[in-house]
Protein backbone atom coordinates (compact mmCIF):
# COMPACT_ATOMS: atom_id res chain seq x y z
CA UNK A 1 0.00 0.00 0.00
CA UNK A 2 1.01 3.26 -0.92
CA UNK A 3 -0.03 6.89 0.51
CA UNK A 4 0.65 9.73 -1.93
CA UNK A 5 0.21 13.62 -2.39
CA UNK A 6 -0.38 14.96 -5.39
CA UNK A 7 -0.12 19.19 -6.50
CA UNK A 8 -3.89 19.83 -5.07
CA UNK A 9 -2.74 18.40 -1.28
CA UNK A 10 -5.54 15.65 -1.92
CA UNK A 11 -4.25 12.24 -0.64
CA UNK A 12 -4.68 8.60 -2.42
CA UNK A 13 -3.98 5.81 -1.62
CA UNK A 14 -2.77 2.66 -4.08
CA UNK A 15 -3.76 -0.70 -3.25
CA UNK A 16 -2.80 -3.94 -4.99
CA UNK A 17 -3.56 -7.16 -3.56
CA UNK A 18 -1.94 -10.28 -4.65
CA UNK A 19 -2.34 -14.06 -3.61
CA UNK A 20 -0.30 -15.90 -1.24
CA UNK A 21 3.15 -16.58 -2.23
CA UNK A 22 3.02 -19.39 -4.15
CA UNK A 23 -0.08 -19.57 -5.26
CA UNK A 24 -2.20 -18.49 -8.53
CA UNK A 25 -4.92 -16.24 -8.77
CA UNK A 26 -8.29 -18.05 -9.37
CA UNK A 27 -8.97 -18.07 -13.06
CA UNK A 28 -12.37 -19.30 -14.36
CA UNK A 29 -10.30 -20.53 -17.24
CA UNK A 30 -7.92 -22.36 -15.71
CA UNK A 31 -9.08 -23.66 -12.41
CA UNK A 32 -7.21 -22.58 -10.13
CA UNK A 33 -10.34 -21.98 -7.23
CA UNK A 34 -13.55 -20.93 -6.80
CA UNK A 35 -14.26 -17.31 -7.47
CA UNK A 36 -13.71 -14.89 -4.37
CA UNK A 37 -16.61 -13.32 -4.86
CA UNK A 38 -18.79 -16.19 -4.94
CA UNK A 39 -16.66 -17.46 -1.55
CA UNK A 40 -17.16 -13.55 0.07
CA UNK A 41 -20.93 -13.37 -1.14
CA UNK A 42 -21.40 -16.85 0.69
CA UNK A 43 -19.53 -16.35 3.57
CA UNK A 44 -20.87 -13.49 4.22
CA UNK A 45 -25.05 -14.42 4.04
CA UNK A 46 -24.34 -17.95 5.63
CA UNK A 47 -21.62 -18.00 7.76
CA UNK A 48 -19.53 -14.48 8.71
CA UNK A 49 -20.79 -14.53 12.27
CA UNK A 50 -20.70 -17.03 15.85
CA UNK A 51 -22.05 -17.40 18.25
CA UNK A 52 -19.46 -16.70 21.22
CA UNK A 53 -18.68 -20.37 23.24
CA UNK A 54 -20.18 -22.36 20.83
CA UNK A 55 -19.77 -23.50 17.47
CA UNK A 56 -23.19 -21.94 15.53
CA UNK A 57 -21.75 -20.17 13.05
CA UNK A 58 -25.15 -17.83 11.02
CA UNK A 59 -24.29 -15.05 8.09
CA UNK A 60 -26.76 -12.27 7.05
CA UNK A 61 -29.32 -13.98 5.26
CA UNK A 62 -31.36 -15.33 8.26
CA UNK A 63 -31.39 -11.45 9.54
CA UNK A 64 -32.01 -10.10 5.98
CA UNK A 65 -35.09 -12.88 6.04
CA UNK A 66 -36.74 -11.37 9.20
CA UNK A 67 -38.37 -8.45 6.72
CA UNK A 68 -41.26 -10.76 5.70
CA UNK A 69 -41.66 -12.38 2.54
CA UNK A 70 -39.91 -9.79 0.16
CA UNK A 71 -36.46 -10.36 2.81
CA UNK A 72 -36.54 -14.19 1.35
CA UNK A 73 -36.87 -13.26 -2.19
CA UNK A 74 -33.68 -10.78 -1.83
CA UNK A 75 -31.30 -13.46 -0.75
CA UNK A 76 -32.95 -15.74 -2.78
CA UNK A 77 -32.08 -13.30 -6.29
CA UNK A 78 -28.51 -13.05 -4.76
CA UNK A 79 -28.08 -16.61 -4.54
CA UNK A 80 -29.22 -16.91 -7.78
CA UNK A 81 -26.95 -14.52 -9.07
CA UNK A 82 -24.02 -16.57 -7.61
CA UNK A 83 -25.68 -19.33 -9.39
CA UNK A 84 -25.95 -17.44 -12.59
CA UNK A 85 -22.03 -16.20 -11.90
CA UNK A 86 -21.28 -19.68 -11.43
CA UNK A 87 -21.82 -20.67 -15.24
CA UNK A 88 -18.32 -19.41 -16.14
CA UNK A 89 -16.70 -23.01 -14.22
CA UNK A 90 -17.54 -24.69 -16.61
CA UNK A 91 -19.93 -27.01 -14.08
CA UNK A 92 -21.73 -29.84 -15.44
CA UNK A 93 -25.47 -29.08 -15.70
CA UNK A 94 -26.50 -31.83 -12.85
CA UNK A 95 -24.36 -29.62 -10.39
CA UNK A 96 -26.30 -26.40 -11.49
CA UNK A 97 -29.74 -28.37 -11.14
CA UNK A 98 -28.47 -29.04 -7.40
CA UNK A 99 -27.61 -25.74 -6.97
CA UNK A 100 -30.99 -24.08 -8.03
CA UNK A 101 -33.17 -26.77 -5.86
CA UNK A 102 -30.59 -25.90 -2.85
CA UNK A 103 -32.16 -22.25 -3.62
CA UNK A 104 -35.42 -23.00 -4.75
CA UNK A 105 -35.67 -25.29 -1.13
CA UNK A 106 -34.14 -22.21 0.86
CA UNK A 107 -36.64 -19.85 -0.79
CA UNK A 108 -39.90 -22.17 0.09
CA UNK A 109 -39.46 -22.78 3.57
CA UNK A 110 -37.63 -19.14 4.39
CA UNK A 111 -40.31 -17.78 3.84
CA UNK A 112 -42.78 -19.59 6.86
CA UNK A 113 -41.92 -17.61 9.63
CA UNK A 114 -39.91 -18.04 12.49
CA UNK A 115 -39.47 -21.91 11.09
CA UNK A 116 -38.28 -20.85 7.92
CA UNK A 117 -35.47 -18.34 9.85
CA UNK A 118 -34.27 -21.50 11.59
CA UNK A 119 -34.14 -24.01 8.61
CA UNK A 120 -31.67 -20.91 6.93
CA UNK A 121 -29.66 -21.32 10.18
CA UNK A 122 -28.89 -24.98 10.09
CA UNK A 123 -29.25 -25.64 5.69
CA UNK A 124 -26.89 -22.76 4.78
CA UNK A 125 -27.39 -23.02 1.16
CA UNK A 126 -24.71 -20.29 -0.76
CA UNK A 127 -22.00 -22.73 1.52
CA UNK A 128 -23.52 -25.67 0.05
CA UNK A 129 -23.84 -24.62 -3.55
CA UNK A 130 -19.85 -23.04 -2.95
CA UNK A 131 -18.84 -26.68 -1.83
CA UNK A 132 -20.09 -27.73 -5.02
CA UNK A 133 -18.94 -25.35 -7.36
CA UNK A 134 -15.34 -26.36 -5.53
CA UNK A 135 -16.13 -29.82 -6.59
CA UNK A 136 -17.41 -29.51 -10.20
CA UNK A 137 -15.56 -26.57 -11.35
CA UNK A 138 -13.96 -26.95 -14.96
CA UNK A 139 -14.94 -30.77 -15.30
CA UNK A 140 -16.33 -30.20 -18.84
CA UNK A 141 -14.62 -28.62 -22.19
CA UNK A 142 -16.37 -25.11 -22.15
CA UNK A 143 -19.31 -22.97 -21.19
CA UNK A 144 -21.34 -22.56 -24.23
CA UNK A 145 -24.74 -20.34 -25.12
CA UNK A 146 -26.79 -23.04 -24.28
CA UNK A 147 -24.97 -23.00 -20.66
CA UNK A 148 -26.33 -19.81 -19.96
CA UNK A 149 -29.59 -20.35 -21.57
CA UNK A 150 -29.98 -23.30 -19.55
CA UNK A 151 -29.06 -21.38 -16.28
CA UNK A 152 -31.03 -18.79 -17.23
CA UNK A 153 -34.37 -20.80 -17.88
CA UNK A 154 -33.57 -22.12 -14.58
CA UNK A 155 -33.68 -19.35 -12.55
CA UNK A 156 -36.51 -18.23 -13.94
CA UNK A 157 -38.23 -21.11 -13.12
CA UNK A 158 -37.12 -20.66 -9.24
CA UNK A 159 -38.39 -17.31 -9.17
CA UNK A 160 -41.85 -18.44 -10.91
CA UNK A 161 -42.25 -20.70 -8.27
CA UNK A 162 -40.96 -18.67 -5.53
CA UNK A 163 -43.66 -16.16 -6.30
CA UNK A 164 -46.47 -18.68 -6.79
CA UNK A 165 -45.41 -19.61 -3.03
CA UNK A 166 -45.23 -16.01 -2.16
CA UNK A 167 -48.47 -15.26 -3.70
CA UNK A 168 -50.33 -18.85 -2.39
CA UNK A 169 -49.02 -17.57 1.25
CA UNK A 170 -50.47 -14.28 1.06
CA UNK A 171 -53.56 -15.92 -0.18
CA UNK A 172 -54.42 -18.03 2.82
CA UNK A 173 -53.12 -15.53 5.66
CA UNK A 174 -55.19 -13.03 3.95
CA UNK A 175 -58.11 -15.54 3.87
CA UNK A 176 -57.17 -16.67 7.32
CA UNK A 177 -57.34 -13.75 9.31
CA UNK A 178 -60.01 -11.92 6.42
CA UNK A 179 -58.22 -8.81 5.81
CA UNK A 180 -59.86 -8.27 2.46
Known amino acids: MKADRSGKGEEYIEVEVLPPEGQAQSDPQTNAGPDPLIAFASRLLDTIFSVPGTQIRFGIEPIIGLIPIFGDQATSLISAALLY ?35 VLWYKPNM ?13 KGVTQSDWIFVSVLIGFIFFLLVCTMLVLGYATLTRFRWW
Open 85 to 119: RSVQYRLPKIALVRMALNILINGVIGMVPVVGNVF
Open 128 to 140: RNLRILERHAGRT
